[in-house]
C-alpha cells in the first residue's frame, strides 16, 4: 500500500472535492464538513467522471453527472440505479495540514 501525500488541507475547505492522481488513478476527494472521503473518480456505470456531479455534504453523496446515480462517499455504492456496483473508496487521513490517501492498486 502506498501511503500518499496529495493535497494541502487548505485546498480542500468544508464542502470541497479534488481530484488527484496516484498511479493513473483519478481518485476524487470530498470534504463533508471537515471530514474527508476518497473514492474512485469514475463511475461505475459508463464511466463517466464523478467530479463534474454535484457533491452533498449533508447527504455524504456525489452524484454522477451522466445518468444521475448518486455514490455514497463512505461506501462507494450507489444508492439509485443505473449504477449498481461500488466505486474503490480508499483511507484518506490528514498530517501536518496535509492530506494522504492510502491507495492499493
Ligand atoms: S455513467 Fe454514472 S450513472 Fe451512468
Request: glycine share 6%; hydrophobic share 45%; charged share 20%.
Given at each position: 500500500?502506498?501511503h500518499?501525500?496529495?493535497?494541502?488541507l487548505?485546498e480542500?475547505?468544508?464542502?470541497?472535492?479534488?481530484?488527484?492522481?496516484?498511479?493513473?488513478?483519478?481518485?476524487?476527494?470530498?470534504?463533508?464538513?471537515?471530514?474527508?472521503?476518497?473514492l474512485?473518480?469514475?463511475?461505475?456505470?459508463?464511466k463517466?467522471?464523478?467530479?463534474?456531479?454535484?457533491?452533498?455534504?449533508?447527504?455524504?453523496?456525489?452524484?454522477?453527472?451522466?445518468?444521475?446515480?448518486?455514490?455514497?462517499?463512505?461506501?462507494?455504492?450507489?444508492?439509485?440505479?443505473?449504477?449498481?456496483?461500488?466505486?474503490?473508496?480508499?483511507?484518506?487521513?490528514?498530517?501536518?495540514?496535509?492530506?494522504?490517501v492510502?491507495?492499493?492498486?
Amino acid at each position: 500500500m502506498a501511503h500518499v501525500r496529495v493535497a494541502a488541507l487548505e485546498e480542500l475547505p468544508p464542502g470541497a472535492k479534488l481530484v488527484v492522481v496516484i498511479q493513473g488513478v483519478s481518485i476524487l476527494i470530498v470534504n463533508a464538513e471537515g471530514q474527508l472521503y476518497a473514492l474512485a473518480e469514475t463511475c461505475s456505470h459508463a464511466k463517466a467522471a464523478l467530479s463534474a456531479g454535484e457533491f452533498d455534504p449533508d447527504e455524504l453523496t456525489v452524484e454522477c453527472p451522466l445518468h444521475g446515480s448518486c455514490f455514497d462517499v463512505r461506501t462507494g455504492k450507489p444508492r439509485n440505479l443505473p449504477a449498481f456496483a461500488p466505486v474503490a473508496t480508499y483511507p484518506v487521513s490528514v498530517e501536518d495540514a496535509a492530506v494522504f490517501v492510502d491507495y492499493n492498486d
